[in-house]
């Protein structure tokens, strides 16, 4: 796995960076300096079979190859700490003598938020969490982020890191909508949120287990009216997880060839306001990277050699 570029936001806080595996596929993952925080955002695939339009591999999901090994996912991210550490002037030959201390940029987080669904790599991500807890014992955090898609890996999933990482884990459940109808043009194909809850919520009521629930707002009153904020109410009362659960309220960042626009900050708190008033804790998650494509959604993944392909077809 070699990094062949990478690019920098305006803000200095993130940067992309797009590694080419032995197998020639194209993988992107990101590393987010932001005061104490130094997390690797990596992809557990390259492509992605799910299908969400707000996300720039759910656009080309029929072109999903593969999961990676969790040997190219290890890769991946020691590339990227390698990477990052020279572009600081970290000394890699002689750490000792180096004028960088490594806790300036020592991953504190490691997220597998990139291109892919981490419920479909359940023998994987463990393996590649076992290993990078054993790499850099003061990781303090370890995340993945679901559509609960498939609903049958859940548990398994789950119960594995448990075992591994008791409570130095944390999962981001893909909520975007309480309303079925909105969830299956958002995320068509994705299972029905009732076979999704009836598991999740088992799982946290039984191991009292918090989990984020992330929406991304989009405008023109997709997913961001009263009525939108009292089925995520409704849902969380239902499921007894109104005290297990944060809404997490994101930002859209615009990806290419997709028609949804970004809801402004303020029409975000004002939503968040509503779901206050119906007693839903919620945070504003804040993104990095937007401006360089690197933000949640926007990275990406794909074969070079099928592009390559598809290219000369459209040619001819
Ligand atoms: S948001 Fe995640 S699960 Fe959905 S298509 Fe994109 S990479 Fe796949």
Request: include cysteine.
């Amino acid at each position: 796995m070699e990094i062949i570029s990478s690019v920098k936001s305006a803000d200095n806080h993130t940067i992309k960076y797009v590694l080419r595996s032995k197998l020639n596929d194209y993988i992107e993952a990101t590393y987010v300096d932001y005061y104490n925080k130094h997390v690797v955002c990596f992809s557990t695939m390259v492509g992605c079979p799910n299908r969400c339009v707000f996300c720039s591999n759910g656009y080309e999901h029929k072109n999903f190859v593969r999961v990676l090994t969790a040997h190219e996912m290890y890769q991946q991210i020691m590339a990227v700490v390698h990477k990052v550490k020279e572009d600081v002037g970290y000394d890699l030959e002689n750490p000792r003598l180096s004028t960088v201390p490594f806790s300036k940029m020592r991953p504190t987080l490691f997220s597998a938020m990139g291109s892919g669904e981490p419920l479909c790599c359940c023998e994987e991500l463990p393996e590649v969490f076992g290993f990078l807890k054993g790499q850099f014992p003061h990781t303090t955090r370890f995340v993945l982020s679901t559509t609960g898609n498939p609903v049958s890996c859940i548990i398994p999933l789950h119960y594995k890191l448990d075992e591994l990482l008791r409570d130095r884990y944390r999962t981001t459940f893909s909520l975007h909508s309480a309303r079925q109808e909105v969830r299956d043009k958002l995320m068509p194909g994705s299972p029905k949120i009732s076979a999704i809850m009836d598991v999740l919520s088992k799982y946290q009521i039984k191991h009292h287990r918090h989990m984020d629930y992330n929406v991304l707002l989009f405008d023109n009153g997709i997913n961001n009216t009263k009525e939108d904020a009292e089925a995520i109410a409704n849902l969380l009362r239902e499921y007894k997880l109104t005290k297990l659960v944060t809404i997490k309220l994101s930002i859209y960042n615009p990806v290419e060839r997709c028609s949804l626009a970004p809801l402004s900050k303020l029409q975000i708190f004002e939503f968040g306001d509503i779901l206050e008033s119906l007693g839903v804790d919620y945070e504003f998650y804040r993104t990095n990277g937007s401006d360089v494509g690197a933000a949640c959604g926007q990275l990406y993944s794909y074969k070079r050699q099928e592009m390559e392909k598809k290219e000369t077809e459209s040619d001819k």
